[in-house]
């Protein structure tokens, strides 16, 4: 009797736990913590515990009170590479730690906030279930006083799992695809776990939840916006900004509910540009209660229909698409690469790279406004299918809006962000993988109408809460042209002379000229290439420029870009890809890698990046 009263209670228990976990909030993010006179935070990087339950057994047995065996593990980190066997696993782990919460903190709103958990996360603490998150590479925070003990220590457990599902976003397991192990329907690999930093943080009980700021001018005149939101009793605050001088503008915020707004007119206005990222700080005070500091660049992006704009003037953009990877850290944020590769970007010539196929760690968007570097941000739907049935293009859709409206709170107020992109390489019935053959296809007209209503849908969102940057998806090789229509500018990713006509360059860019032409004339806006390039064994040199070989890198690279310069409304081309990247397995993975990069994976340069610096360095062209 005893032993069912036992079970019983155990399944009680873990039923409610599960009912328990609520969604994470977005606007919790909103604003990235930050340590000042009224706000704490407390970083938990570090030596955690974990362990692997493949049966997911581990709640059932009590595992969020306690680990009944565990090995070290660093966070952030992916796990996949650090722990022994556990390379291809992507199934449910645990981590856990123990962390004091000193008694100062008594009085005020205590959060829990992670970086990023790839794929799905729940979060227990002191064994009580807090909440979840689905969806990587992006921020989830729980206010948690009501489950932590005071001036106490307290036990954190989380688990992650990243399991690859048709319904998921990026999918994976999808029939006749990739082709890879894992199955993912990417070509990169699926890093798992806490890959980004976690802490803990505190607000006051008056403070302000989130800021908006949106930034013009007119001749001198700049113009800073700010929206204030704010939780609490306070009814005025202050807004001040100071330029590099110290010099300093200020103005009242009056609240109507938790709404204020103020707009701070700046005279001789310093534009914030590429050549000269020029940042003023901005400060927000709520009374005596609460403050804030971030800054801002004042600078607008718009288009005509050749060019994108910057503050006016056409800009062309040079860069790359790239990737979060680097050995044994994975997927894990690892500041001393990052300083690298800004100094890489800025030591080849380039002015502006896309978070393929995700978006990055914070600390990324700080650095490039600081760098004058341009950033198409974009969430992590790649491989959207619209074929597979109306409940799992549902499914798919509901995550992609998620995704999207957290990127958007916690990316909106940096000058380096020009561009959301809402997708990469949705995929059309007809076309998949790298299985091109130059040819667009046409499909059926529901499927057409199903990716223009859902894409369409995702820029929309996009318009509504930013109406101060441009939309837009990447589109692969082959997919149908109308679907182009929803975007504000064309992005496409082609690799004629590689997957096709390959080696064969003077094929390819006829090919590539034409299909130039053709978007063109239909749309009349301006072109961004946003992925082009070749798969290059470090050291593999050839005289008769060899496919694989360093040689054909540079002479692939070359004609896509001497095809550019002859192109008005070819606004931008990024070379995919910047540094050679982790794959799943696959015949064509050798190593299981992607060497598409210009430099390696370790951030050396091959001949192609040299090569992109000659060109590049001190010149407006491609």
Request: aromatic share 10%.
């Amino acid at each position: 009797m005893k032993t069912h009263f036992l079970l019983l209670f155990t399944f009680l228990a873990s039923a409610l736990s599960a009912m328990a976990m609520t969604e994470a909030d977005p606007k919790n993010i909103a604003l990235t913590p930050q340590q000042n006179e009224y706000r704490n935070v407390m970083m938990l990087d570090g030596i955690w515990q974990f362990c692997a339950d493949p049966d997911k057994q581990g709640e059932s047995a009590g595992w969020q009170n306690g680990l009944p065996q565990s090995t070290d593990i660093a966070v952030p980190g992916s796990w996949n590479d650090q722990v022994e066997g556990m390379h291809n696993y992507l199934g449910l782990a645990w981590y856990e730690t123990d962390v004091y919460v000193p008694a100062a903190w008594r009085n005020e709103r205590i959060f829990l906030r992670f970086n990023s958990a790839n794929y799905m996360a729940q979060v227990w603490v002191n064994g009580i279930a807090v909440g979840q998150h689905e969806g990587g590479h992006l921020p989830f925070a729980f206010e948690v006083n009501s489950y932590l003990k005071i001036g106490q220590k307290n036990h954190i457990a989380v688990t992650v799992e990243n399991e690859l599902s048709p319904t998921r976003v990026p999918n994976g397991n999808v029939p006749g695809q990739m082709r890879s192990y894992p199955a993912t329907n990417y070509d990169f690999f699926p890093y798992s776990g806490l890959q980004r930093s976690v802490m803990l943080y505190t607000l006051p009980r008056t403070s302000l939840q989130d800021v908006t700021i949106t930034t013009g001018f007119e001749g001198s005149e700049g113009t800073i916006k700010v929206a204030v939101e704010k939780q609490g009793n306070a009814s005025r605050g202050t807004v001040i900004v100071t330029d590099r001088e110290g010099r300093q503008l200020k103005a009242n915020l009056t609240f109507t509910g938790n709404q204020a707004n103020v707009e701070i007119k700046i005279p001789d206005v310093h534009l914030w540009s590429c050549d000269d990222p020029y940042l003023y700080d901005v400060d927000i005070l709520l009374g005596k209660t609460d403050a804030y500091h971030t800054h801002t660049g004042v600078r607008t992006i718009a288009k005509n229909d050749q060019s994108l704009l910057l503050n006016g003037k056409p800009i062309r953009l040079r860069g790359f698409g790239m990737h979060e990877d680097f050995p044994v850290f994975g997927r894990g944020v690892a500041h001393p690469v990052t300083v690298r590769d800004f100094q890489l970007l800025k030591w080849i010539g380039a002015n502006s790279f896309r978070t393929s196929h995700y978006p990055y760690d914070e600390t990324v968007y700080d650095i490039a406004d600081r760098e004058g570097i341009l950033i198409i941000d974009e969430i992590p739907a790649v491989g959207l299918l619209f074929y597979d049935g109306a409940e799992n293009v549902s499914i798919r859709q509901k995550q992609c809006e998620k995704a999207l409206s957290e990127m958007l709170h916690r990316d909106k107020n940096h000058p380096s962000v020009i561009v959301w992109s809402v997708a990469n390489e949705p995929m059309h019935k007809g076309v998949g993988g790298a299985n091109y053959d130059g040819k667009e296809k046409q499909g059926e007209d529901e499927e057409n109408q199903l990716a223009i209503r859902n894409l369409g849908r995702l820029v929309e969102i996009c318009h509504e809460q930013d109406p101060s940057r441009l939309a837009t998806f990447v589109a692969m090789s082959g997919s149908p042209s109308s679907w182009h229509q929803v975007g504000d500018i064309i992005c496409i990713n082609r690799y004629y002379g590689w997957y096709t006509n390959p080696g064969h360059m003077d094929q390819a860019m006829q090919i590539m000229n034409g299909e130039l032409e053709k978007l063109y004339g239909q749309y009349h806006t301006p072109i961004v290439m946003t992925e082009f390039g070749a798969d290059t064994s470090p050291g593999f040199h050839s005289h008769d420029h060899d496919m694989f070989s360093e040689e054909f890198q540079c002479e692939f690279i070359a004609s896509y870009l001497d095809l550019a310069n002859t192109k008005d409304y070819v606004t931008g081309m990024m070379v995919w890809n910047f540094a050679d990247f982790k794959t799943g397995s696959a015949m064509h993975r050798m190593n299981a890698m992607n060497y598409k990069g210009v430099f390696t994976q370790t951030r050396q340069p091959k001949m192609a990046a040299h090569e992109l610096r000659q060109r590049w360095v001190g010149t407006n062209r491609y």
